[in-house]
């Protein structure tokens, strides 16, 4: 629960078992239950089935892989990375980094004219915060 960003842990049937504050506050679930039953998803809300399908290609792998999709946080629409790792017992741990800030200042470079390279090179040194470099 110490993570400021939503945290999810799945079980061997890659539905989420585990959660943190963050998550249900970005979906706005009263608790873990109610996430449970009804199947609340933060990133692929309008089709939880491929949520499990990613969760599944990763523990398939057995490695770490990040994807970068849109979820919808405490009402707003982010750009994320989405990240799942394969865990002991065919479970995954999974956290979401939101790049909305970061995919906007790029939008603006662009829209401001900056060189294509530059641009590339900025988007590819992304500095994740401290307890990002811990996990990954």
């Not at 890659?14 to 609340?40: D, F, M, R």
């Not at 865990?87 to 294509?116: C, S, Y």
Request: net charge negative; hydrophobic share 40%.
């Amino acid at each position: 629960n110490s993570f400021p960003f939503p945290v999810w842990t799945r079980n061997s049937e890659l539905q989420i078992s585990n959660c943190n504050e963050a998550y249900l506050k970005a979906t706005h679930a009263e608790n873990l239950n109610e996430v449970v039953n009804s199947n609340i998803e933060l990133v692929y809300d309008q089709d939880p089935r491929q949520a499990k399908v990613f969760a599944s290609r990763v523990r398939s792998a057995g490695k770490m892989k990040m994807i970068n999709e849109y979820a919808v946080m405490s009402g707003k629409r982010r750009r994320v990375e989405v990240f799942e790792i394969p865990l002991p017992d065919r479970q995954t741990f999974g956290f979401v980094n939101d790049i909305t800030p970061l995919q906007e200042a790029l939008d603006e470079m662009k829209a401001a004219g900056l060189d294509a390279e530059i641009i590339g090179n900025v988007s590819e040194k992304k500095d994740y915060p401290i307890y990002l470099r811990g996990i990954v």
